[in-house]
């Protein structure tokens, strides 16, 4: 739904692309990113209660769930009622945040909705109800197309109708998972709304922060790497050629996304079930096979680099700036087919404050220099930028790796039976 609303938005414009990439890319990322770190706490509880065949606690879990998130969201807002002045505030073209501040207010229904909507593809993923999540999902894309050209190409609303058709389609697929869950699509894992989700909220507060920080640096990563590129001259043509190669690589890493949550669920079940040979078989299968298909779409990307990018716009300044990126597109391709798939064994098995630290490390303390170092003293542009992004996530992916091949599974095993003993107490 993101790329059909900017590639809606890239035939408006050079500067609306621009505009909307920042306003979704950065801002709505940025917050996404620390929504969707702390619901994949609801990930390890839920995970591993599923395994351990405590299926009442599943339900209380995503109601603490939600109310530590909406928590969260509301901290979050003045962040779209003041975007213009903190584009500013990084040194972006006042043109250009301006633009993006009138945009940002249009996604606050969107904001508010992850609060619901994460909790509960959590819940449901964890129960192995992948289908049902699939299905609102395939529902909302059909809707938001309609909606979008609607507003775009009918009703002529610009980037406000490409806004609110994105706000509209979120918040349909939350009403849909919210209405699936309490109409009696879930009868072991939902019981109604409980009192008992207002208690042991600390608990769920530490492990939601723990993973909020360890997800939302992944997530911010690439923002930061937008918001250095509209530091560069000709900033509009810069941004635009990274945030269509970041398109690119978004949609395609849909794909170990989504092995990112089987594995993460897949470990968390086993380990819930006290079988830590079958958490680390998980790990094994779904880093390979992610692997391959990485391969085969870096291939592909190889193959298409002066094609590619004509869905999002014809402008032939923009059209070269992707073509001289493709390498480092396909190489992002090809690293971002393990990582992800690392880390969510690291949600799998509540390894989140762990992570946080080595990403922490290997993000903002090498990469987001050497990006900079590359820019500025060697003046290669966004070549170096995304350089210097691409190094540090080569070395979180490696540490990652050797965490995962030396973990010993049966103590994890014992780790997750404990977690589960404490909660049920708490509970």
């Not at 351990?52 to 599943?58: D, I, P």
């Not at 109604?192 to 911010?220: D, I, Q, T, Y």
């Not at 059209?319 to 001289?324: E, G, M, R, S, W």
Request: charged residues 10%; glycine residues 10%.
């Amino acid at each position: 739904m993101n790329l059909i609303m900017q590639a809606f938005a890239g035939h408006l414009g050079d500067l609306e692309l621009a505009s909307v990439s920042f306003a979704c890319t950065v801002l709505l990322g940025f917050n996404y990113g620390i929504m969707l770190g702390m619901a994949s706490a609801l990930e390890t509880l839920c995970g591993q209660a599923y395994g351990a065949r405590k299926y009442a606690m599943m339900g209380v879990y995503m109601q603490r769930s939600w109310i530590v998130l909406f928590l969260c969201a509301l901290l979050l807002l003045p962040m779209y009622l003041f975007a213009e002045d903190l584009l500013v505030l990084t040194g972006q073209p006042r043109e250009l945040a301006a633009m993006a501040g009138r945009v940002s207010v249009w996604f606050i229904p969107l904001h508010l909705s992850f609060a619901f909507l994460l909790p509960l593809q959590q819940f449901l993923q964890c129960q192995l109800k992948n289908s049902v999540v699939a299905a609102t999902s395939a529902a909302a894309l059909c809707f938001h197309v309609a909606v979008t050209w609607l507003f775009v190409s009918w009703l002529r609303l610009g980037l406000a109708g490409v806004a609110i058709a994105l706000s509209m389609s979120w918040c349909a697929t939350a009403l849909m998972l919210f209405a699936y869950v309490v109409c009696g699509g879930c009868p072991d894992t939902w019981h109604g709304f409980s009192a008992e989700a207002f208690s042991g909220v600390w608990e769920f507060v530490k492990l939601s922060s723990a993973s909020g920080v360890m997800l939302c640096l992944e997530h911010w990563y690439y923002r930061v790497l937008i918001l250095l590129t509209g530091n560069l001259q000709n900033a509009a043509i810069a941004v635009d050629a990274l945030t269509i190669c970041l398109l690119i690589n978004g949609f395609e890493m849909m794909i170990p996304l989504g092995f990112f949550t089987g594995t993460g669920v897949r470990v968390a079940n086993e380990l819930g079930a006290g079988n830590g040979k079958g958490a680390r078989f998980a790990a094994i299968v779904s880093s390979t096979t992610s692997l391959l298909i990485g391969l085969f779409c870096c291939g592909l990307v190889t193959c298409l680099h002066d094609k590619i990018a004509l869905i999002f716009t014809t402008s032939a300044a923009v059209l070269a700036a992707i073509d001289k990126l493709y390498v480092l597109l396909a190489f992002t391709i090809l690293l971002n087919s393990i990582q992800p798939i690392l880390s969510g064994v690291a949600v799998g098995s509540g390894w989140q404050s762990k992570v946080a630290y080595v990403n922490i490390g290997c993000y903002y303390l090498v990469g987001v220099p050497m990006g900079i170092l590359l820019e500025w003293v060697f003046n290669l542009g966004v070549l170096g930028i995304w350089g210097g992004m691409i190094g540090g996530t080569a070395i979180q992916t490696l540490i990652l790796a050797v965490i995962t091949i030396r973990c010993d599974w049966e103590k994890e095993a014992m780790i997750a039976s404990t977690r589960m003993s404490k909660l049920s107490q708490v509970q």
